[in-house]
T-cell receptor, first 111, second 111 residues
Framework: EDQVTQSPEALRLQEGESSSLNCSYTVSGLRGLFWYRQDPGKGPEFLFTLYSAGEEKEKERLKATLTKKESFLHITAPKPEDSATYLCAVQAAGANSKLTFGKGITLSVRP | EPEVTQTPSHQVTQMGQEVILRCVPISNHLYFYWYRQILGQKVEFLVSFYNNEISEKSEIFDDQFSVERPDGSNFTLKIRSTKLEDSAMYFC?????????FGPGTRLTVT
């Protein structure tokens, strides 16, 4: 069974204080690992897809990396508007496979 | 920018009643999904749909649930006889190739 574990559950940062969010996974043949942002009461908003170990993707203050067992979402010099829950999900091999999500990491950035 | 839309945003129903949740996926997408998120818990897969048939379904998606693509634009989730434990946010998602894009969700409250 595919499993995704995210840590820590919650993270409070001061504006400008960089940090990393962790996503550990087990999956039978990884097709892709996905990061989403979710604001309260809203749907997940797509951020990144990573397909193979060693791959990195960047968008503004966010950078996602992937190894064979985990992924990190690095946040550089965060701003209060980066406050949200960040979800990690994996998709097993198969074109139409479902996403298996972790519980998410709730990030709060104080001004 | 194209987006997935869902209606209604909030549905309140009594236990035992039937509800239909509606989604309009992004127009050139071919794969469609329903997920749900119980308050404070992780996003869970319900069902995937491709080429007018169910591709995969989870244990949650029992005989009380059904999906339909009645025309070229809508994708619906029907719950035949709602239970208290069906109260959750229901998200529709669609994809063309790799990334699944989520709608804003329908909050279903069963009383």
């Amino acid at each position: 069974e595919d499993q995704v574990t995210q840590s820590p559950e919650a993270l409070r940062l001061q504006e400008g204080e960089s940090s990393s969010l962790n996503c550990s996974y087990t999956v039978s043949g990884l097709r892709g690992l996905f990061w989403y942002r979710q604001d309260p009461g809203k749907g997940p908003e797509f951020l990144f897809t990573l397909y193979s170990a060693g791959e990195e993707k960047e968008k503004e203050r966010l950078k996602a990396t992937l190894t064979k067992k985990e992924s990190f979402l690095h946040i550089t010099a965060p701003k209060p508007e980066d406050s949200a829950t960040y979800l990690c999900a994996v998709q097993a091999a198969g074109a139409n496979s479902k996403l298996t999500f972790g519980k998410g990491i709730t990030l709060s950035v104080r001004p | 920018e194209p987006e997935v839309t869902q209606t209604p945003s909030h549905q309140v129903t009594q236990m035992g009643q039937e509800v239909i949740l509606r989604c309009v996926p992004i127009s050139n997408h071919l794969y469609f999904y329903w997920y749900r998120q119980i308050l404070g818990q992780k996003v869970e897969f319900l069902v995937s749909f491709y080429n007018n048939e169910i591709s995969e379904k989870s244990e949650i998606f029992d005989d009380q649930f059904s999906v339909e693509r009645p025309d070229g634009s809508n994708f619906t989730l029907k719950i035949r006889s709602t239970k208290l434990e069906d109260s959750a946010m229901y998200f529709c998602a669609s994809k063309q190739a790799y990334e699944q894009y989520f709608g804003p969700g329908t909050r279903l409250t069963v009383t």
